[in-house]
């Protein structure tokens, strides 16, 4: 299993070659729990890291990492310039020392 570590130098990375880039992010407690529960289903960023349908963004709490999917971004009307709102769906959460790429999750839920 990987640690946490080890993946922390770059705030966008990919864990392994063929993996979508993890876009590592800060947000306020109340926007995560929206995100949490289902009530917020969107996130709104400035596009400085080109975000991409299929790319995650990972946000942290005290406990634990959660992995956000891509499934959808809007960009121009309505939105300032350079800013995009993205519609994400929770894929992964787990434990800061239990953290695993998102591949190896799926290998073992399928595995069961």
């Not at 993996?19 to 929206?34: F, N, V």
């Not at 239990?98 to 290998?107: A, G, L, V, Y």
Request: charged share 30%; aromatic share 12%.
């Amino acid at each position: 299993m990987m640690q946490l570590e080890l993946l922390k130098p770059s705030p966008q990375r990919s864990i392994m070659q063929n993996e979508p880039p993890i876009h590592k992010l800060k947000i306020k407690d109340e926007y995560l729990k929206d995100l949490l529960s289902g009530k917020k289903v969107f996130e709104i960023r400035f596009n400085d890291r080109n975000y991409k349908v299929g790319e995650f963004l990972e946000f942290e709490d005290k406990t634990h990492i959660h992995l956000f999917e891509i499934f959808y971004i809007h960009e121009g009307l309505g939105l300032q310039e350079n800013y995009v709102c993205m519609s994400v769906g929770r894929k992964v959460t787990m434990g800061k020392s239990d953290f695993i790429t998102w591949r190896e999750f799926e290998k073992e839920q399928n595995a069961k």
